[in-house]
């Protein structure tokens, strides 16, 4: 009967529709075996019944939930019997189900949880990790299935309670390799997920991530208040690290002050886990709750941290720095300043004189203060520099590869932070070092392979053009390894065979299976590097063109990893940009272009990952739009067309939340329906950017493609009901008409098409009236003399959107919406002044300046104020000059900012030198400068000192 069993095993996974054909008779065997007198009969039994329900339809589970009871016996047995090996091959079955079927368990988890807990609560198994097993199984039920909590609110304290004991168990000794761990210690090790300490911090991210703060943050204050006040050193340690994971699920920055204290008073304990546990905590908060937690907490946290550094356990040192680190990273530039002087000397003495691991920490802690203050850190450049190169001369032992990676890492970051004129004196010292060590061959597992090819990128973007003369150098290496085709075995023989051809063997068929290997890291971060190379030394690249095509091309279908063809597609608009810049001719940029564009059509058909079609697709519209006109009439049909049926696909796959809430069996899949319909509204986005291009470059060709995706698209997606998403694509087309096609490409359409924008132009979601009034504007700009006939309803509609309130909530997205309204009114005063009444409309439109939001339509419309204020200076200020005020207000917000360019930055100036000598003007501009703030007062007077 056992052989029997096993072979069933065997089999059972091969084909399980076969065996489901005659459920009735395999469930009277398992049924026979899984209560058979023998428990390795029932052992036997559980694990065929588990091997069924992991590869089974979901909908078949339920014709098995009955045998749960007589499982949970057969565990139970195992358990009283002491066989612990047993034990542990049923929990791992039983987990596998739990990950795969976890509504397998609901109608008896009351009794699988008692059991699970009393299993638990044992600590003297020989392996450690059989009291993770039973509590990982109820965690990866109730993540899943969260309802079970609100139906049962008693089992939640428990699970938590029994999660903290097992944090609680570790050795009360403290051992020496852990207070001074060994040169060249790998912190990864502090990772290990079978530790007591991880396993129940991993255990209260999953629970809080899945039932929600609300639910779970009480229980684990109880826990942790408990925890603090125990005299037992190990309590405190295991809330400290608790609370660690608190930070990343509460919004609001007051709840986490009353543990602000607790974390601080912790690091002088007398115990150095306990000092350490606090470290941890802080910087995981900090991380999580950046950067509200720095702006709060910076006085508090950064002085006690500072004096931890002084630590005289190496252990405790190394995570002080690495909480620093943390911490740093999202303050402001004025903390981090603040923080150098005392910081600095600390960190360079830790490193002369610490153990590897604080030196690793330390030196990553100094990178993050340079980063933080930018050129701020410049007064030290002159002192870290030689340091930080004498430590790369110095700590050449192998223990201190990893420090030597952070060191370079370091070293560039301040370049970047300081800039390339006062970094340039010192690279080339830094590229050849780095060059010296890359030409080392470095071993795979070497650290410093991860750093060097950061580091190459970052002096790329410092030093720009300055890079150029050590491109011949490093681009040969960039190139081998992303050219690279990792090869696995997967027979007993010695040869690798490609990996594609690996997946498609162990698949049987032509699936994007994502794989990832240490060589594929490196061709992606290669491939990122050449990216990065093309878009920074534009023409100066265009020579390595050729060899780089070679490279990417074959990427772009790099079936084993999806980021692999997602990061190669994405060089290839770089690539086009670089032969613009080089004025290469024009046969050979459309001819090259034209080859990208059918490797990436064809990645785009094979593709079945829809984040990495959204990125092949705006890829492809980079290209596009950078080769310009370039298509005919077929070609551009062509692409019509399969931009309809991506769109058609797109919809297909979009699934529907289930309406009953109550059924939990659907409810158990909505979170990742909605993740995946995400990314499909992403990809129609993208998709919608696509057709605007060929739309902007082809219009005389585009008007078949146009009138079909009306005819499809549009017309299902501008349906009573629609929902939102569905909606703005469809105006974003329909704007992308208006402004590229015009009312003589689409006259029959003209109509429709206006009255379409004006019906959502004061729609309730932001993002549908700010492409509904945008495109008012461009019908301004584009219907020439028909505009006169809706002219009126387009101001009408127009003030409308521009007095709909604030929204609090959403107050970017509804600010881009006003601008965009604004801006539409302007459009309309530049452009069809005479069909309105013209100096009311413009007094309205200067009174909602200045735009704030929408940073490219601000521009736009400061600019048209300075062309009006220059024509029309009297109509806009007032007959008494009383608008030079507001005027004012608008040049001190705009002034040298992202709202206004350099054209306007200078028109600015001189109107205000000119209305200083006016002397009617002059008493005004005078009061309503002097009624501006002191900063705005001394930016706008600087401004004029620019440009006297």
Known sequence: MESGLRILNTLIALNPDKYMKHRDELISILNNSINHPSLNIQILANDCICSLLTVIEGTDVKYFVDFLPAMAKTINACFTQGNEDFLQQSMIAISEVAEAEPKFFRKYFGDLFNLCLIISRKTDYDNEKMRHLPLEILISILERLTKLVNKNAQWLPGLCEAVFYIMVSIEEEIEQEWLVPKEGFNTDEDLNPDDNVNFGKMSFDRLTGSLGSEIMLPIMSKIMEFGLQNEDWRYKHATLMAISQIGEYIEDIDKIEPLVPVMVNHLVHPNPKIRYAACHAIGQIADDMAPEFQENFHETVIGPLVKTLDDQIPRVQAHAAAALTNFIEHVSQQIAANTNTVLLPKLIQLIRGGISIVKENSMTCIASLAEASQEDFNKYYGEIIPFLYECLQTFTQKEYKQFRGQTIECITLVGAAVGKDIFRNDAEKIIQIMIQIQDQELSKSDPQRTYLLSAWQRIALTLSEDFVPYLQIV??????????????????????????????????????????????????????????????????????????????????????????????????????????????????????????????????????????????????????????????????????????????????????????????????????????????????????????????????????????????????????????????????????????????????????????????????????????????????QSSGEQFSAISQQSLTQLAAAIEIPVDKEKKTNWGNARDNAIAAVGKILKYQYQHIPFEPTLLKWFECLPLTYDKKEARDQHSFLISCLKEKSQLILGAEFQNVGHMAKIFSTIAETSMSNEETNKEIATILMQMSQHPNISPKLTAALQALTSDSQNKLQKLIQKYQ
């Open 475 to 780: 681009q040969p290496s960039f190139l081998k390894m992303a050219a690279q085709m990792p090869g696995m075995g997967i027979s007993s023989g010695t040869e690798k065979e490609d990996l594609r051809d690996v997946l498609n063997v162990v698949s049987g068929k032509e699936e994007k299976i994502d794989v990832t290997t240490t060589e594929i890291e490196e061709k992606e971060v290669a491939l990122q590097m050449i990216a990065v190379f093309a878009a920074e030394l534009h023409k100066f690249y265009a020579p390595y063109i050729v060899e780089t095509s070679k490279v990417v091309i074959p990427a772009i279908s790099y079936s084993a990893n999806s980021t692999i063809r997602k990061s190669a597609v994405s060089v290839v608009p770089a690539l086009v940009k670089c032969l613009k810049k080089a004025e290469v001719d024009r046969n050979t940029l459309i001819t090259t272009g034209q080859t990208f564009v059918q490797e990436i059509w064809k990645a785009i058909t094979d593709e079945l990952n829809t984040e990495t079609l959204s990125q092949q697709v705006l890829s492809l519209k980079s290209v596009l739009n950078k080769l310009g006109n370039f298509m005919d009439q077929n070609q551009v049909n062509m692409i019509g067309e399969k931009l309809v049926g991506m769109l058609a696909e797109s919809q297909k796959r979009m699934g529907k939340d289930p309406e009953d809430e109550e059924d939990e069996e659907e409810q158990e899949d909505l979170e990742m329906i909605r993740e995946e319909d995400e990314k499909e509204k992403e990809l129609q986005i993208s998709i919608g950017y696509l057709i605007g291009v060929l739309f902007k470059h082809h219009p005389d060709f585009s008007v078949p493609a146009a009138i079909a995706i009306s005819q499809t698209t549009l017309n299902q997606y501008l349906q009573p009901g629609a929902p939102n998403h569905q909606l703005k694509f469809a105006i974003f087309v329909l704007d992308d008409m208006i402004e590229y096609l015009g009312p003589q490409r689409l006259p029959q359409q003209w109509g429709t098409i206006a009255d379409t924008i004006f019906k959502y132009s004061n729609h309730k979601k932001h993002s549908i009236r700010q492409a509904s009034v945008y495109g008012i504007g461009a019908l301004a």
